[in-house]
């Protein structure tokens, strides 16, 4: 895949990943009506772990690895707003929510990343 084919795909696939991520957080948000962004998490925790899958399988998918893991989950996955969603919750006087929104995502998403990983690993080897 040429250099401008490459990053003409990652650009598509990171649209439908955003895509993706809008649809899955206004299913939870329908379905849950918490007060907590749990969509969020829910993005972020499976986003990691299907990045460490991704990245398991690099070495068999060539470009495609790329993306997968920078378009599509890049795309997928948002930092940005669960550190938003962390500061509104601490200025709203929410400390527990926003420490388990902080801290609590982070190692849900560390211990999806590395399960993915692990497991990507495992299937890469048979394959």
Same mark, same amino acid.
């Given at each position: 895949?040429?250099? +401008?084919?490459?990053?003409?795909? &990652?650009?598509?696939?990171?649209?439908?990943?955003?895509?993706?991520?809008? +649809?899955?957080?206004? &299913?939870?948000?329908?379905?849950?009506?918490?007060?907590?962004?749990?969509?969020?998490?829910?993005?972020? &925790?499976?986003?990691?772990?299907?990045?460490?899958?991704?990245?398991?399988?690099?070495?068999?998918?060539?470009?495609?690895?790329?993306?997968?893991?920078?378009?599509?989950?890049?795309?997928?996955?948002?930092?940005?707003?669960?550190?938003?969603?962390? &500061?509104?919750?601490?200025?709203?006087?929410?400390?527990?929510?926003?420490?388990?929104?902080?801290?609590?995502?982070? +190692?849900?998403?560390?211990?999806?990343?590395?399960?993915?990983?692990?497991?990507?690993?495992?299937?890469?080897?048979?394959?």
């Amino acid at each position: 895949m040429t250099g +401008v084919l490459l990053a003409l795909t &990652v650009a598509l696939a990171g649209g439908i990943g955003a895509a993706c991520r809008m +649809v899955l957080d206004g &299913v939870v948000k329908d379905r849950t009506r918490m007060p907590y962004p749990l969509g969020t998490t829910v993005i972020n &925790v499976t986003g990691s772990f299907l990045l460490g899958v991704v990245t398991g399988l690099a070495a068999g998918l060539g470009p495609w690895a790329v993306v997968l893991g920078t378009g599509l989950l890049g795309g997928y996955t948002t930092f940005s707003t669960a550190s938003y969603e962390t &500061v509104r919750l601490a200025q709203q006087g929410r400390w527990r929510a926003a420490a388990m929104n902080g801290f609590g995502m982070l +190692v849900l998403a560390l211990l999806a990343a590395w399960f993915g990983l692990w497991l990507g690993g495992l299937v890469g080897l048979g394959g």
